[in-house]
T-cell receptor, first 113, second 114 residues
Framework: AAGVIQSPRHLIKEKRETATLKCYPI?????VYWYQQGPGQDPQFLIS???????DKGSIPDRFSAQQFSDYHSELNMSSLELGDSALYFC????????????FGQGTRLTVV | AQSVTQLDSHVSVSEGTPVLLRCNYS??????LFWYVQHPNKGLQLLLK??????LVKGINGFEAEFKKSETSFHLTKPSAHMSDAAEYFC????????????FGTGTRLKVLA
């Protein structure tokens, strides 16, 4: 069965650079969630989209932006990167039929040097 | 507001002995609860989920959890620990009051001693 695909899996950037993370949800899933997991921490909700509209917002820095496109894939854009942005970024998707269960991608590990 | 509290940040057990990882929840709605496991430098793997069906939920790799409304608990158990169970475990509640985003507990690091 198709799963949530995230790309790239690993990314190394320098401070003040920009990064773009991509998420391809399971086919027919209309909702995408982004989470950030810092070293030794639990995942924290960043932002979500439903039917290409932002549906919820968590502790996402103003330097970050995200959107969901017409094919339902989503991109998380991160600018002016800081060392503290180094983390594992997860994307998850869910469908209207089973809103309670979200399926996670394998994550993108971002390292800022 | 919904939240989960994992009562132990670290648990150590000997191989072959039972595992108990504790989680209490707070929810204004009938909750959906999950347990995820994360091995070092890996992604999140769903162990099991409770979504208001049977209160005793069986998951993968011999894990199970019991939903107890009276105690607002959803503890994870396994009869016999294996070395490969050593990992970080997260108790999660779905935010049914809003957009169903997941709210994670702070995690329990399980160590299995030979």
């Amino acid at each position: 069965a198709a799963g949530v695909i995230q790309s790239p899996r690993h990314l190394i950037k320098e401070k003040r650079e920009t990064a773009t993370l991509k998420c391809y949800p399971i086919p027919r899933h209309d909702t995408v969630y982004w989470y950030q997991q810092g070293p030794g921490q639990d995942p924290q909700f960043l932002i979500s989209f439903y039917e290409k509209m932002q549906s919820d917002k968590g502790s996402i820095p103003d330097r970050f932006s995200a959107q969901q496109f017409s094919d339902y894939h989503s991109e998380l854009n991160m600018s002016s990167l800081e060392l503290g942005d180094s983390a594992l970024y997860f994307c998850a998707s869910s469908s209207l039929i089973e809103r309670d269960e979200a399926f996670f991608g394998q994550g993108t590990r971002l390292t800022v040097v | 507001a919904q939240s989960v509290t994992q009562l132990d940040s670290h648990v150590s057990v000997s191989e072959g002995t039972p595992v108990l990882l504790r989680c209490n929840y707070s929810s204004s709605y009938s909750p959906s609860l999950f347990w995820y496991v994360q091995h070092p430098n890996k992604g999140l793997q769903l162990l099991l989920k409770y979504t208001s069906a049977a209160t005793l939920v069986k998951g993968i790799n011999g894990f199970e959890a019991e939903f107890k409304k009276s105690e607002t608990s959803f503890h994870l158990t396994k009869p016999s620990a294996h070395m490969s169970d050593a990992a970080e475990y997260f108790c999660v509640v779905s935010d049914r009051s809003g957009t169903y985003k997941y709210i994670f507990g702070t995690g329990t690091r399980l160590k299995v001693l030979a």
